[in-house]
């Protein structure tokens, strides 16, 4: 509990601090630019973090917390913000539609992780492995992401979500 608790608080300190640069960097670069730095600083803690324990080096897995802690800080700003961009009158909707979304990728990806680190650990007969594993498929994940990222595209979402609202305003009156 006490080594889980000092990677939480030094994971969570990184996170504050970035969550407070992530807000000035967004005012001086893209949004985009932004998540992607945070996804990259992400994916670089999950590599990092992954290789210490292949070599068992805790100082390495530490600095693998920060610049997880970091990643995570950037993308949360700018994440937000490009979802911030893409609401339209229905800003409560998106806003919620977010939050649920946000709360059902943590409970699937907290519980798929803890699946696949048990079984690989089972199959493999090593704890280890079952965690390396989990974090390179977390690293996969973030560049499938990234991917994804590159095909957002804002003014087209306000443009249809507004067309859609147009419909549905068409419908209720025709009602």
Wanted: glycine share 12%; net charge positive; proline share 1%.
């Amino acid at each position: 509990v006490a080594a889980t608790t000092r990677i939480t608080s030094i994971w969570g300190t990184c996170v504050l601090v970035t969550l407070l640069v992530a807000g000035w960097l967004e005012r001086r670069l893209d949004k985009r630019t932004v998540a992607r730095a945070g996804a990259w600083l992400a994916i670089a803690g999950f590599m990092v973090i992954a290789s210490s324990g292949l070599i068992r080096q805790t100082g390495l897995f530490y600095g693998g917390v920060v610049l997880l802690g970091l990643g995570t800080g950037l993308a949360t700003v700018s994440n937000l913000s490009l979802m911030l961009d893409m609401t339209t009158a229905q800003v409560g909707l998106y806003i919620g539609a977010w939050g649920m979304a946000d709360a059902l990728a943590r409970l699937l990806g907290t519980v798929l992780s803890g699946v696949v680190r048990d079984l690989v650990a089972q199959f493999a007969h090593n704890p280890l492995a079952g965690y390396v594993t989990v974090f390179l498929i977390q690293a996969g994940l973030l560049l499938l992401s990234l991917g994804m990222l590159g095909r957002i595209d804002v003014q087209r979402f306000r443009r249809q979500s507004q067309s859609i609202a147009d419909r549905a305003a068409l419908l209720n009156d025709a009602s």
